[in-house]
């Protein structure tokens, strides 16, 4: 049978199999001798021990398309990061890591602001402002009233999307939303592992509906940069990139230079003061970094 593995817990793989469910797997030991780990998202085979138990053995790992380092995955096509507008307040810094992390591992995002029906129209047109030019999908959705979800249902079908964003933001609502009917798999692991879903800190895959799945990441609170070069920084801010090899002097960093032309067209609002701004304290932190 070939499946997806949706967790890994203590040494137990939890491989969901299309239209057959949830089996419980142990991998042979040749993964070992060969040093390769399953991660969450491989494609599997896997040897049917009891379909009434329903375990199985992991025999196969299909070649990956992709990995991610944070969260440790693989075949990931997408990710969604929801903030709310409101209640709580959106953590404009936080969610700008989360943007630079996917781009450095190549990840499309999808950013979603939640709880449009809080909001101000004018709190919305700076927010579209602000994140237009950035490079990634824009979504205003509200659990509340439904607005945005058939796009964003539409979005992640026949994908697999990482799911991110702090607590409060309404990520069960958009998902209760979008998901109608759909089982979610989690209860299913808390009853073979006998451990609720919140005790491990592990990345697992939800199964939305056919081919399609979302995978839930903790550990958002808080996302230190990865170590690089930060003269490539500016390389992850998309709405910087029309400027490009146009300032006064080759290798502009746009930071303390004269004539550039990035902070020209901040002054003139041409691009987002407030991503600025976050990407000079990320450029700093990266200078500290490299001290250290």
Not at 83 to 93: G, I, K, L, M, T
């Amino acid at each position: 049978m070939t499946g997806r593995i949706i967790k890994g817990v203590g040494g137990f793989y939890y491989v969901y199999v299309e239209d057959r469910g949830l089996y419980e797997c142990r991998a042979k030991g040749i993964f070992r001798n060969r040093g390769q780990k399953p991660k969450v998202g491989d494609q599997v085979e896997v040897d049917l021990i009891s379909e009434e138990d329903k375990t199985a053995t992991l025999s196969e790992i299909y070649p990956r398309k992709n990995q991610l380092v944070r969260p440790m995955s693989a075949n990931v096509d997408q990710a969604l990061v929801i903030f709310a507008v409101h209640e709580p307040e959106p953590n404009y810094n936080l969610l700008n890591r989360f943007l630079l992390m996917m781009d450095r591992q190549d990840i499309p995002v999808l950013i979603g602001f939640n709880k449009t029906d809080l909001a101000e129209l004018s709190e919305l047109e700076k927010i579209h402002r602000d994140y237009e030019h950035c490079g990634c999908r824009l979504l205003f959705l509200s659990a509340q009233t439904g607005e945005g979800t058939q796009e964003l249902k539409e979005l992640l079908d026949q994908r697999t999307t990482v799911l991110a964003g702090p607590s409060g933001v309404g990520k069960s609502s958009i998902l209760n939303r979008i998901s109608g009917e759909t089982q979610m798999l989690t209860g299913d692991i808390s009853r073979k592992i006998k451990r609720g879903r919140h005790t491990t800190r592990h990345s697992e895959l939800i199964h939305l509906w056919k081919n399609t799945y979302l995978m839930d990441t903790p550990g958002f609170s808080s996302l230190y940069l990865d170590r690089m070069d930060k003269e490539d920084l500016r390389f992850s801010f998309s709405e910087f990139a029309p400027y490009e090899n146009r300032c006064r002097f080759k290798g502009c960093c746009h930071i303390h230079e004269s004539d550039c032309l990035v902070k020209e067209a901040v002054d003139e609002g041409m691009i987002s003061r407030l991503r600025y701004e976050d990407y000079c304290r990320f450029y700093e932190e990266l200078e500290q970094m490299k001290k250290w």
